[in-house]
Structures are given as C-alpha cells and as structure tokens.
C-alpha cells in the first residue's frame, strides 16, 4: 500500500541554518511526489514538484528512487518559512496521500 | 489566490446535525477533491469526482457523501454528526484526473458542539 512518512513532527532550527525535512514514500509504481506548506491554518500551497525540478523560496528536493526519499531542503532557513510542511505522494492518478506533515520552526 | 472557493469559512453546529460545505473549484478544472484536515488524523483524502463522476473513494464515513454538479461545482454532506467531526475540510481541485497539480482552497472550519 501506498504510503508516506515524514519522521519528524516539529523541527526547530535558527536563521541562517541548513534545514532538511525528510519524506520517505512507500509505492510499487512510478511515484509524483509533492511538497506543500501550509502557513498558520490556511490554503495548503504547491511549494514544489518533482518533475518540475524547480527551486521554489529556496526550497529543492531531489527524488531517489533508491532510497524511496524526496527530502525538502533549503541552505539557509529564514523566519518566514516557518510553517507546516506536507509530502504527498500521487499514485498515477491525481489523488495525494499525504504524510503526517512536519512544523518548521525557524527562531530569530 | 488559488482560485478554489469554499463556503463557508466557518460553521458551528450541534451533535446529530447535517451540514453542507460547498465548493467552486478553479475555472477550467474538472476534479474536485475533499479532504479533512484534523489535529490527531492529519490530512486524510475523502472522496474525488471528476466531471461529475465520483472517480476516487478514501477514508470517508458512510455519514458523509458528496455529489458533483454540472456547474462542476461540488457539495460535501456531514450528517449525523459527532464532536469527532470537527475538522478543516479543504476542497481542491485540478485539471484532470490523472498527472495534475491539485490546487487546495481555504478550507471550512467545522467545530460540532
């Protein structure tokens, strides 16, 4: 069965840090994978794509198929990223499933 | 912006109650998705139609059920309800029903009292 883990529910790091949110995917086929960020309750908005293979606000992240991974990093954290982070994984058709999420807390 | 209009932003209702959240997707797509967003579930995937047609089932309750309209808007129908029911139901929506970008709307806060 499908499924998505994002192993650390809170991450907490200081301005300026690397920060990396770690997403692992279970799925037999040819995985979509997604991150979304979710700001204080509201929309959940598309921050990335896989195929896209884009950098968005300093945000990338690399599929391996080997190691079933599609971490979400960014060299230098700022306060504004400071939000819920969601890995989804779509399964051929558009459907997501997503992980648990992971809160980013970026501190002055 | 992402276009995805839900109604209404917040609700309060009684225990054995029913209630309607409503959804305008973007102009131009024809899925519609429901998903429920709460604290000890996180997001969990409900139903998806596209053009009408219920196209995808997930972890919804027989209590629950939703249609698509011609307009392509789309209706979520809550009944009986439980205080466990509280929830930020979000629509979303996309292109197509395969290898889209799924664009989510502001949710509706639904607290049962």
């Known amino acids: 069965a499908q499924r998505v883990t994002q192993p650390e529910k809170l991450l907490s790091v200081f301005k300026g840090a690397p920060v990396e949110l770690k997403c692992n995917y279970s799925?037999?086929?040819?995985?979509?994978l997604f991150w979304y960020v979710q700001y204080s309750r509201q929309r959940l908005q598309l921050l990335l794509r896989?195929?896209s293979r884009e950098s968005i606000k300093g945000f990338t992240a690399d599929l391996n198929k080997g190691e079933t991974s599609f971490h979400l990093k960014k060299p230098f954290a700022q306060e504004e990223d400071s939000a819920m982070y969601y890995c989804?994984?779509?399964?051929?058709?558009?459907?997501?499933?997503f992980g648990k999420g992971t809160m980013l807390l970026v501190s002055p | 912006d992402s276009g995805v209009t839900q109604t209404p932003k917040h609700l309060i209702t009684a225990t054995g109650q029913r209630v309607t959240l409503r959804c305008s997707p973007r102009s131009g797509d024809l899925s519609v998705y429901w998903y429920q967003q709460s604290l000890d579930q996180g997001l969990q995937f409900l139903i998806q139609?596209?053009?009408?047609?219920?196209?995808a089932k997930g972890n919804i309750l027989e209590r629950f059920s939703a249609q698509q309209f011609p307009d392509l808007h789309s209706e979520l129908n809550l009944s009986s309800l439980e205080l466990g029911d509280s929830a930020l139901y979000f629509c979303?929506?996309?292109?197509?029903?395969?290898?889209?970008?799924?664009?989510f709307g502001e949710g509706s806060w639904l607290t049962v009292v």
């Open positions: 989804a994984l779509g399964m051929g058709y558009s459907t997501l499933t």
């Open positions: 799925y037999s086929g040819s995985p979509e």
């Open positions: 979303a929506s996309s292109v197509g029903v395969t290898g889209n970008t799924i664009y």
């Open positions: 139609y596209y053009n009408g047609e219920e196209r």
């Open positions: 896989h195929i």
